[in-house]
């Protein structure tokens, strides 16, 4: 069993910059990124494969990056420009090559003045 320790969420201004992490115990063929706001379905918001293709959703793309570090099985999401719609839980996703899936806890990551 993969466990997923996401870290780096908080508060941040509009038009701020945030960095969230996720390490997995253990190797993950494809990682990313899903979040959920309040009375909403969670939704992609960016994945990264071993190899490192990627693909975004179209609300944050130009403004997310993601990118990982497969010798520490760590995926990162660097946030800029951040929006108040951008608040939500932050849940990092894993895939492996038998198609097992995995989530972390959640982190939260709210933009407000």
């Known amino acids: 069993q993969v466990q997923l320790v996401e870290s780096g969420g908080g508060l941040v201004q509009p038009g701020g910059s945030l960095r969230v992490s996720c390490t997995a115990s253990?190797?993950?063929?494809?990682m990313g990124w899903y979040r959920q706001a309040p009375g909403k379905q969670r939704e992609l918001v960016a994945l990264i494969s071993s190899s490192s293709s990627t693909n975004y959703a179209d609300s944050v793309k130009d403004r997310f990056t993601i990118s990982r570090d497969n010798a520490k099985n760590t995926v990162y999401l660097q946030m800029n420009s951040l929006k108040p719609e951008d608040t939500a839980v932050y849940y990092c996703?894993?895939?492996?090559?038998?198609?097992?899936?995995?989530w972390g806890q959640g982190i939260q990551v709210t933009v407000s003045s």
């Open positions: 996703y894993g895939r492996d090559i038998f198609f097992r899936e995995y």
């Open positions: 253990g190797n993950i063929f494809r």
